[in-house]
């Protein structure tokens, strides 16, 4: 779970797949890995193949999520035949007769209290978009930085974080760039990105399909009716937040700034290292070296089309300042006797909206769920919290969690009965813990190291 709501992508490791699958993944990854300035002709083949079509189905389902413009869920696929909808969409593929539907906006709340859009697909162009996914991601894999973290299998947010910090501890690097891109995802130039793709892709349909995707309408609903607009093909700019392949697309047009920061002297001038999760980064500089990477990165990232959003990029000098990564807050903290030492923690940011959703989940007295439905909405809730925010030491912060969410579902509890009070005579821990089986944090740390990080 990503404080910052981004989602975690999606996981293509050879070793859930298929043996034909997997097969055709190893064949396609040791060939670009091998052979660095191949190009692929015939792919199109390959994702309309019923094992691709029949895969991307299962991790589409798996990743759940709402129906698109056409009302279409999985549950009616499956009820309707799953076997005949799958061959419909490979008689579409395979006849390249397939267009993709408009995208369903719709808006989901942001950290900061505001609101970012999401385009969400047909569950029909999503199965298309992770078919070619789970073909051209193979390629496209060895040629990624290893210092991008976000939406590649057998790396997560957690090991950019542990990246981060062991740079600053290790390297010395004491002033860190705290980047943020203005609406990344929806400023990606389609003619550069497209250039991204071509330079490994040359099979033509695969192409154009690509392109297709990325100029799709989008069509927003609302108590006055329904508008559809073209933002994407009329500014020739963005990818889609919520299509499976956007991921990999915006990975790829940051991989040129990767390129060119290593690749054309930046680093090695400022003693620099970037570390990268989707659209965040942060370039870790020794003393003294930071302004002058933040100018450089201005002038390389509006050369790439891109926008700096100044209001949340700082220069942070440590040991006196901290700064905020992909949920953690990394810097020097002080222990036991105002000892110091270089850590990480969950951030304030990241505590508060937990604590905002365990309220809005503890709120309405007049709710009907049962008492087991609450613990069985929190729990889940909980339990993806803690299991991105377990590095560094913890302990203090989970107590508080722990304390909060018993008072507010006491508190529920109450309520519900038309009572008022804190409910900790009437429901003690016990009662919590052992019958309605609330989960509770602290007794996690007992399963792991208590180590900084």
Same mark, same amino acid.
């Given at each position: ?9 999606? %996981?293509?490791?050879? *070793? ?10 190893? *064949? ?8 660095? $300035? ?12 019923? &094992?691709?079509?029949?895969? /991307? ?10 129906? +698109? ?9 499956? !009820?309707? +035949? ?60 060895? &040629? ?12 997560? /947010?957690?090991? *950019? ?5 062991? &740079? ?23 003619? %550069? ?60 047009? @940051? ?23 989707? &659209? %965040? @980064? ?10 002058? $990477?933040?100018? #450089? ?35 020097? @903290? ?8 270089? +850590? ?5 940011? $990241? ?9 809005? $989940? ?32 913890? +302990? ?37 813990? #052992? ?13 792991? !190291?208590?180590?900084?990080?």
């Amino acid at each position: 779970m990503l404080e910052s709501g981004k989602s975690p992508g999606i %996981d293509v490791s050879l *070793a859930t797949l298929p043996d034909s699958v997997r097969t055709l993944q190893t *064949a396609l990854q040791t060939k670009a890995k091998n052979e660095p $300035a191949t190009r692929f002709y015939s792919l199109w083949d390959k994702v309309c193949r019923r &094992d691709i079509l029949t895969e /991307a189905y299962r991790r589409c389902r798996a990743n759940r999520g709402a129906p +698109g413009v056409d009302g279409e869920s999985f549950e009616r696929i499956e !009820s309707q +035949g799953l076997d005949p909808w799958l061959e419909r969409l490979q008689q579409e593929l395979k006849g390249k007769t397939y267009q993709p539907r408009p995208l369903l906006r719709v808006w989901i709340p942001k950290a900061n209290g505001g609101e970012r859009p999401l385009a969400v697909p047909c569950i029909r162009d999503r199965v298309a978009q992770m078919a070619v996914l789970l073909v051209i991601g193979p390629i496209f894999e060895p &040629d990624l930085s290893p210092r991008q973290y976000g939406f590649r299998s057998g790396v997560d /947010a957690k090991m *950019a974080v542990r990246r981060t910090f062991f &740079d600053l501890v290790e390297g010395g690097k004491r002033e860190v760039a705290d980047v943020d891109l203005s609406d990344y995802f929806t400023t990606i130039p389609h003619g %550069d990105l497209m250039r991204c793709v071509v330079r490994r892709i040359a099979d033509g349909t695969l192409l154009a399909v690509i392109r297709a995707w990325l100029t799709v309408p989008v069509r927003e609903r609302s108590p006055q009716g329904e508008r559809q607009t073209t933002p994407a093909k009329d500014q020739h700019r963005g990818v889609p937040q919520g299509g499976v392949i956007s991921p990999l697309l915006s990975n790829l047009y @940051f991989r040129r700034f990767m390129l060119a920061w290593y690749g054309k002297g930046y680093a090695e001038r400022h003693q620099a290292e970037v570390v990268n999760y989707a &659209d %965040d @980064f942060v370039i870790l500089c020794p003393p003294g070296r930071g302004a002058e $990477a933040m100018a #450089e990165m201005r002038q390389l990232v509006s050369r790439l089309g891109l926008t700096v959003n100044e209001k949340k990029t700082r220069l942070v000098k440590l040991p006196e300042e901290r700064f905020d990564f992909l949920g953690y807050t990394v810097g020097r @903290f002080y222990g036991k006797g105002g000892r110091p030492y270089w +850590g990480t923690r969950p951030s304030k940011k $990241a505590v508060k909206r937990l604590m905002r959703e365990i309220h809005d $989940a503890t709120t309405k007295r007049w709710n009907p769920l049962e008492v087991e439905s609450r613990v069985e909405r929190l729990n889940p809730l909980l339990r993806g919290w803690a299991g991105y925010f377990n590095q560094g030491p913890v +302990g203090k912060v989970y107590r508080q969690i722990d304390n909060y969410v018993a008072r507010r579902l006491r508190i529920w509890l109450m309520r519900k009965r038309g009572k008022r009070g804190t409910g900790y005579r009437q429901y003690p821990d016990h009662y919590l813990y #052992e019958e309605l089986g609330l989960m509770r944090l602290l007794p996690l740390l007992a399963n792991r !190291s208590n180590a900084k990080v």
